[in-house]
């Protein structure tokens, strides 16, 4: 049995105390898969964003809202666990600032200025143990396995499931799962919950209870 963190569903970023950033990430993937890390024997601790699915009762939530607010968590939380599956999609992107009261119109063009958030993935693999795995998704419009390879690598994960845009908000996905050596360990498609018991079969067979070679 491992102690598995998962991230789940969108970030937000506010630009003023009524309006803010953020994506159509559902949570149902981060939800699902949980279930079947459950089902599969594993301790689960979930870091959200605000969604409005229901997790599996088995597993320790802890709700957040901003991406540096789902970091510290993760940072809290992901010493004590295994591996990480990182399905959230956090913002990238946050305004310098939040204005204090609601922004009203003028009837002149409202310019932003926004820098990144931080990666909450790339930092926590850059200070866990040896004995740690992490998991990231891709979610990708074009050159998909290319764009996936790159984040792999640049994040220092073990695996990457790549996805397309209609995954979200939708119950049914279609993934590819890629190794560091940018093969191919499986291709899914279906219901997210199906999809999800095939991803977490695929980490058990490569991560936690890999196969020793002769």
């Known amino acids: ?14 630009l003023d105390p009524v309006r803010y950033f953020t994506n159509a990430s559902s949570g149902r993937m981060g939800a699902a898969l949980a279930a079947a890390a459950v089902e599969a024997g594993h301790q689960v601790v979930i ?3 605000p969604v409005d699915v229901e997790y599996t009762d088995a597993a320790e939530v802890h709700r957040v809202s901003s991406t540096q607010e789902m970091l510290d ?33 003028t009837g002149e063009p409202l310019r932003l200025e926004l820098v990144e958030t931080p990666d909450v993935v790339a930092t926590l693999a850059a200070d866990r143990k040896d004995s740690q795995w992490i998991v990231a ?30 995954a979200v908000q939708s119950i049914d996905t279609k993934v590819e799962i890629l190794d560091r050596r940018g093969e191919s360990l499986g291709r899914f498609a279906g219901d997210k919950s199906d999809v999800a018991k095939e991803i977490i079969g695929v980490i058990n067979q490569q991560l936690i209870h890999p196969k020793q070679e002769p």
Not at 1 to 14: A, N, Q, W
Not at 74 to 101: K, T
């Open 47 to 49: 870091v959200s964003g």
């Open 73 to 105: 968590a993760c940072l809290r939380l992901f010493p004590a666990c295994d591996g990480l599956i990182a399905a959230a999609a956090p913002c990238d992107y946050r305004p310098p600032s939040v204005a204090r009261q609601k922004i009203h119109k």
């Open 1 to 14: 049995m491992s102690r598995i963190l998962i991230t789940s569903g969108p970030t937000r970023e506010y």
């Open 137 to 166: 998704f891709a979610l990708e419009t074009e050159d998909p396995r290319t764009g996936a390879m790159k984040k792999l690598q640049r994040k220092r994960c073990d695996l990457i499931v790549v996805n397309g845009p209609r």
